[in-house]
């Protein structure tokens, strides 16, 4: 190294070396050592930095710096420090040689030196970034990666003139490292997700890093700070920084916006150019400030998508998806804001869409997405909210609580989102979200299990649902949500796969003791109108139905089956009115739509069931173009496709859902009816079945479903119908 030659030759400053005479150090790194110096032939004042061996461990690795060091040496640049000379020396220590770039000297400081000082100012930040990114597009253009771009590499000179330094470490596209030790190059906070791992990198990579050095400049922090480079490394490749907007309240909307575009994990997805960055920048004046994240004129409404579970512990993940399905209940209470069900989210939970086409396909404004850690007894959640339009995060908090306080931290994220729309609260709204749904911690332990094990369609997780209700009750006998949740495990095992008359009988207990217990709970009232509507007692099931949309005006699921029980009844115009404000309240869904359809072929208005049916497929194949595994829609997919002459989509549809589960009553049931439209009596006879073989036992709805109606002259469709109960 350049100071044990130094110390060889004296160890004295004002040594020369080459035909550098040495003034004094200006720092050291990773990347080597910088001195001041003397050009002695050119009476000039240039900055060496001498490089660490492993750069250059053998002939074929300095051949390849020393290519592409004279390519960066070809960059001529205002904002690009130039390079003057490669060199080499002696190195006393090693009797090797030891190389060093001679480079252009600026007086000045780094923007790292100015950041510490606290986020940039706007008119400041603009002019130093325009300069960066007009640099970084030269080099670009010249397919030139500098792949180390941080805020220490950028110098600011006393005259305000902004320099990239150590171009003569770069490299041509298409290569990851400049030696063949392994070490990827660059400085690790900086760098791109497919930098740290070690993937080839291209200009995209270099975009990244100067999204870092913006988030840096407008905030003053670093944007993944992790205790050690493991962490680091971690939070790169999978979590989203804090927004700017939340850790500096005067933002600029646009500034952001570019952070937010440059910091994409994909590449394919950052901005395309350094020349498109340096658009956009000098499009940004100092005045455009945005006073509020979100605009007045919005409509309120909000997907709350599955936290991800960031545990060790994977069993940890029904108490990750409880959380989310809690907060989910808690935003609902609220009457200006429109929260998707979690039945709507589900099928979103572990997949790799993007916010946007995510709030496209349910229709709503904002998405709320997060993470969760549980260590020990201890919880951590990060949230933010998304603004779907823009990509804008408008809202994001962390919080650390002790396991015994969940409940407080449920409600106080809740309450956090309810103050960054803004929303002003009603007593009993506030009321509401301070309520805690038990006091009991294992009993809502138990709870959460039985939450998480109700999201799967099969008789076995059917069966551990019920399970963990009951555990939760056994703890906690007055825990109402629990016992709603058990009468409507109840209801729904009877409905799909299993047709015994004593479930029947224990959904109307669990949900009579839910009312009991609480009966301002909607959902109560809706899991007694449920458990009644199975037992053919209609009028109850109605009053219940009622009862729980006057106490939530926006409950889908009690309008979907009080259409149902009106349908079965034949108040074909009652059943059309709830189908429809079920629309309302999820635009985004093909089963509303699917059941006005059916109502509608059943009236004889031929001519709206034809417009439903075109708007019904066009809901499940978007759906399905999102989600191809969402097995739900899926299911009902066949009708949908044959309505709009899709026969051979039809037909994958089928093989599909029976590859996914061939033993599913619902599932079987759908297939029935699809093959029954085809007017192929024997296969929708065979499923039709089958599906009775997994219990589905729905004789009302086979009686009257229109889908079935080519079958009804069979004496063996009639005999199953008789033996359904």
């Known amino acids: 190294m350049l100071s044990m030659i130094l110390q060889k030759n004296g160890g004295q400053v004002g040594q020369t070396i080459s035909h550098y005479k040495v003034l004094e150090k200006l720092g050291e790194g990773g990347m080597g050592i910088v001195y001041k110096a003397e050009d002695t032939k050119l009476k000039r004042t240039v900055a060496l930095k001498f490089l660490p061996h492993h750069l250059l461990a053998n002939e074929e690795d300095k051949t390849r710096f020393l290519h592409e060091a004279q390519a960066a040496s070809s960059l001529s640049h205002p904002n690009i420090m130039t390079i003057h000379e490669i060199d080499e020396v002696e190195d006393p220590d090693t009797a090797g040689r030891q190389t060093f770039i001679a480079m252009e000297y600026v007086e000045g400081e780094t923007l790292k030196d100015k950041v510490e000082k606290g986020p940039l100012k706007t008119k400041e930040l603009l002019k130093i970034a325009i300069a960066v990114a007009d640099g970084l597009n030269a080099a ?21 003139l902004v320099k990239i330094m150590d171009f003569g470490l770069a490299r041509r596209k298409g ?21 740290v791992q070690g993937l080839e990198v291209d200009h995209r990579s270099d975009l990244w890093s100067f999204g870092v050095v913006l988030h840096e400049m407008l905030t003053g922090e670093l944007p993944f700070r992790g205790e050690h480079e493991a962490a680091v490394i971690y939070e790169i490749v999978n979590q989203d920084p804090r927004p700017v907007e939340v850790l500096r309240q005067d933002r600029l909307k646009e500034l952001a916006s570019i952070v937010h575009h440059l910091l994409t994990k994909e590449p394919s997805e950052r901005l395309g150019s350094a020349q498109e960055l340096v658009t956009k920048l000098n499009k940004i004046t100092p005045q455009a400030v945005k006073a509020s994240p979100l605009s007045r004129g919005k409509e309120k409404s909000i997907a709350v998508l599955y936290f991800e579970n960031m545990s060790s512990d994977k069993e940890s993940d029904y108490f990750c998806s409880g959380m989310t399905e809690d907060i ?30 995510i709030g496209e396909a349910l229709n709503v404004n904002y998405i709320l997405e997060g993470s969760m850690r549980k260590a020990g007894e201890r919880i951590r959640i990060t949230s933010q909210l998304i603004d779907v339009r823009s990509g804008f995060h408008v809202w994001a908090e962390r919080f ?4 015994e306080n969940i409940f407080d931290l449920q409600s106080e994220v809740s309450q956090k989102i309810v103050e960054a729309f803004p929303i ?36 076995r997780d059917n069966q551990y649902t019920i399970d963990m209700f009951k555990k939760a009750l056994t703890i906690d006998p007055d ?64 009053r219940e ?20 029980a009106y349908d079965i009844l034949g108040n074909l115009n009652e059943a059309e009115e709830c189908y429809r404000k079920a629309i309302k309240i999820k635009p985004y869904s093909e089963e509303p739509v699917m059941f006005l359809e059916m109502n509608r072929r059943k009236a004889g208005d031929l001519e709206e069931s034809k417009r439903l049916q075109q708007e019904l497929g066009e809901l499940i194949k978007r759906k399905l173009d999102l989600n191809p595994d969402d097995t739900i829609t899926l299911s009902r997919a066949p009708s949908a496709y044959l309505n709009l002459g899709m026969k051979e989509e039809v037909l994958k549809a089928i093989k599909r859902i029976l590859e996914i589960d061939p033993n599913d009553g619902l599932f079987l049931f759908n297939i029935a009816c699809a093959y029954a439209k085809m007017g192929d009596k024997k296969r929708g006879l065979r499923y039709l079945k089958r599906a009775f073989k997994s219990g589905w036992r729905v004789r009302e709805w086979a009686q009257s479903d229109p889908d079935l109606d080519t079958l009804r ?4 469709f009639q005999s199953l119908v008789e033996q359904m109960h």
């Open 328 to 357: 989910i209940t808690d935003l609902s209470k609220i009457k200006m804001l429109k929260v998707v069900s979690r039945t709507d989210v589900l099928p979103f939970r572990d997949k790799q869409i993007s916010t946007r086409r």
């Open 713 to 716: 002259e069979e004496e063996e």
């Open 545 to 564: 139905y009622h009862t729980a949309i006057a106490l939530k005006s926006d409950f889908y699921d009690a309008y979907r089956w009080l259409g149902h």
């Open 479 to 542: 825990f109402s949500l629990a016992y709603t949740g058990l009468a409507e495990a109840y209801a729904y095992r009877y409905l799909w796969w299993d047709s015994d008359s004593s479930l029947a009988n224990k959904a109307i207990e669990a949900s009579q003791k839910a009312v009991q217990l609480n009966p301002a709970l909607p959902e109560a009232h809706f899991a007694l109108g449920l458990a009644s509507q199975i037992e053919n007692h209609f009028d109850e099931a109605k």
């Open 424 to 459: 002003t609260l009603s007593t009993s709204e506030r009321e509401a979200l301070e309520k805690r749904p038990t006091e009991n911690l294992e009993a809502y332990d138990y709870y959460l299990r039985g939450k998480e094990f109700s999201l799967r369609r099969s008789r």
């Open 400 to 403: 650390d609580r002790k396991l």
């Open 175 to 195: 290569e990851t490292r400049i030696t063949k030790t392994g070490s990827t190059m660059g400085t690790l906070a900086y760098m791109s997700p497919e930098q």
């Open 140 to 160: 670009h253009r010249k397919d030139i990666v500098h792949r180390d771009i941080k805020s220490e590499n950028i110098m600011i000179s006393t005259e305000g």
